[in-house]
Each structure stands twice: as structure tokens, then as C-alpha cells.
């Protein structure tokens, strides 16, 4: 069932863990944008350099330079059967962008799209709990997730780390640049059908499950 499909959602609604259990059922790669830049911000690229302040502070890094990131990332041979966007399009000049990039592999699978909902005090709980582990990626939560030992990932051993833009102001910034200008990417995407919206303020499985029937149900249109 695989192809391209899209996670669309606010900052912390789950979309990096949703992403990761997707890559592993169905064998296709997460590219996260997010973890694109971090990975650029630390080997200091040009790229990395240019997006570190604007991470800092919540504001979304020019278009070209994210499209053509992706572009060069959709490119490698891993995501020829498909692939998990986790963070693009985050604006309306991205997702007609990656429509018309896609739109020219004729052959491939149409882009599905699933938004993920949860309120804004959950968020603001789950963000400011996030600790990450800097090898496996692997994602926790201090308050409702938490390792066995305290600050320390359960299967690599290795310290656990806050993002930076994880604090309460910067997350305030992030929630009003996606008021501002994801939320018209979702509503781009619900427009063109192949999208379903899930409800993600219930257990990690049971949103996982949600959105495993809403990508069944749009490959079977
Ligand atoms: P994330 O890990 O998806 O929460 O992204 C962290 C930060 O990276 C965002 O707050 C933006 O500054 C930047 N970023 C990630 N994806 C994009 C994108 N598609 N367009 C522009 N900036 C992005």
C-alpha cells in the first residue's frame, strides 16, 4: 500500500512517532524536514547555518531552499516505492511545489494525506516533555513516556536530549506560524480528496491504527 503520504499536523501531534512506526511496517523512509535541518545545522552546511536562527525561533526557513532539500532526498533510490512526509509541505507555495514534482513521475502512486489533530494544551504538555535520543532518534515523553532510567534511551543507553525549540515560547511562536501558514496546507489537501483527519489525543497504538485504516481506505479509492 505504500506511495507517497503525507503527515500533516501541528508541532507535536505526533507526527515523527507516527512516522517512525510507518517506516517499519511498511518498509518505506520517514523524511522529516525537521530532521533534515538539524542534521544540516550540525555539519554547519550553508543551509544549516541560514536555518539555525530561524529554528531558534520558530519561523519556517525559506521555500526554495526546503524544496530543494526534498527534492534532492526524494531522489535517493529508498524512496522510489514510496515514502512518509513528516513537516513538508509546512506552506501553500511547498505543497503546489511537491504536487507538481510528484506529478511528473506518471507512474507513481497519487500523494495521500492525513492530518493529525490534538488540542493546544496537550501540545503544549507534550512538547515541552519531548527528550529525543540522539542516536536512534527513538522519541519519549518526560510526563507520559518516559524511559525506565530517567533521561537515558532504553535501547541505545545514550543520554536523551531536549530540543531547543522545545520550550514554551518558542512553541508559541511555532503554534502561530502554523495557524498562519500550514493550516492552509491542510485545507489544500482536503479540498483535493485523498485526505483523512485522525484524532490524535488517544494511545500512541490507537492513533497508529487510525491512521492505518484512513491510508487503507484512501488506497482503495
Ligand atoms: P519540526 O522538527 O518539523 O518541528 O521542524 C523544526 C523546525 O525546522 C521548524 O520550526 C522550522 O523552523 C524548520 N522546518 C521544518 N520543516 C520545514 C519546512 N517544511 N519548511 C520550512 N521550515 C521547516
Given at each position: 500500500?505504500?506511495?507517497?503520504?503525507?503527515l500533516?499536523?501541528?508541532?507535536?501531534?505526533?507526527?515523527?512517532?507516527?512516522?517512525?512506526?510507518?517506516?517499519?511496517?511498511?518498509?518505506?523512509?520517514?523524511?522529516s524536514?525537521g530532521?533534515?535541518?538539524?542534521?544540516?545545522?550540525?555539519?554547519?552546511?550553508?543551509?544549516?547555518?541560514?536555518?539555525?536562527?530561524l529554528?531558534?525561533?520558530?519561523?519556517?526557513?525559506p521555500?526554495?531552499?526546503?524544496?530543494?532539500?526534498?527534492?534532492?532526498?526524494?531522489?535517493q533510490?529508498d524512496?522510489?516505492?514510496?515514502?512518509i512526509?513528516?513537516?513538508?509541505?509546512?506552506?501553500?507555495?511547498q505543497?503546489?511545489?511537491?504536487?507538481?514534482?510528484l506529478?511528473q513521475?506518471a507512474?507513481?502512486k497519487?500523494?495521500?494525506?492525513?492530518s493529525?489533530?490534538?488540542?493546544?494544551?496537550?501540545?503544549l504538555?507534550?512538547?515541552?516533555g519531548?527528550?529525543?535520543c540522539?542516536?536512534?532518534?527513538?522519541?519519549?515523553?518526560?510526563?507520559?513516556?518516559?524511559?525506565?532510567?530517567?533521561g537515558?534511551?532504553?535501547l541505545?543507553g545514550?543520554?536523551?536530549?531536549?530540543r531547543?525549540d522545545?520550550?514554551e515560547?518558542?512553541?508559541?511562536?511555532r503554534?502561530k506560524?502554523?495557524?498562519?501558514?500550514?493550516?492552509?496546507?491542510v485545507?489544500h489537501?482536503?479540498?483535493?480528496?485523498?485526505?483523512q483527519?485522525?484524532?490524535g489525543?488517544?494511545?500512541v497504538?490507537?492513533?497508529?491504527?487510525?491512521?492505518?485504516?484512513?491510508?487503507?481506505?484512501?488506497?482503495?479509492?
Open positions: 500500500m505504500p506511495g507517497p503520504v503525507l500533516l499536523g501541528a508541532p507535536g501531534v505526533g507526527k515523527g512517532t507516527q512516522a517512525q512506526i510507518l517506516m517499519s511496517e511498511f518498509g518505506i523512509p520517514q523524511i524536514t530532521d533534515l535541518l538539524r542534521d544540516h545545522r550540525a555539519r554547519h552546511t550553508d543551509l544549516g547555518l541560514l536555518a539555525e536562527d529554528m531558534a525561533q520558530g519561523q519556517l526557513v521555500d526554495g531552499l526546503v524544496n530543494k532539500m526534498v527534492a534532492d532526498r526524494l531522489g533510490p524512496a522510489a516505492r514510496g515514502f512526509l513528516d513537516g513538508f509541505p509546512r506552506t501553500l507555495p505543497a503546489t511545489w511537491l504536487d507538481t514534482h506529478g513521475n507512474s507513481a497519487p500523494v495521500v494525506a492525513v493529525i489533530q490534538v488540542d493546544y494544551d496537550e501540545l504538555h507534550r512538547i515541552t519531548r527528550r529525543t540522539p542516536v536512534c532518534r527513538t522519541i519519549y515523553n518526560a510526563f507520559s513516556n518516559p524511559p525506565k532510567a530517567t537515558i534511551c532504553d541505545e545514550a543520554q536523551l536530549i531536549q531547543s522545545d520550550s515560547e518558542v512553541f508559541r511562536e503554534m506560524t502554523f495557524d498562519l501558514q500550514t493550516a492552509p496546507v485545507e489537501y482536503r479540498a483535493q480528496g485523498r485526505f483527519e485522525v484524532n489525543d488517544q494511545s497504538d490507537q492513533v497508529t491504527s487510525a491512521i492505518t485504516s484512513a491510508l487503507r481506505q484512501l488506497r482503495s479509492k
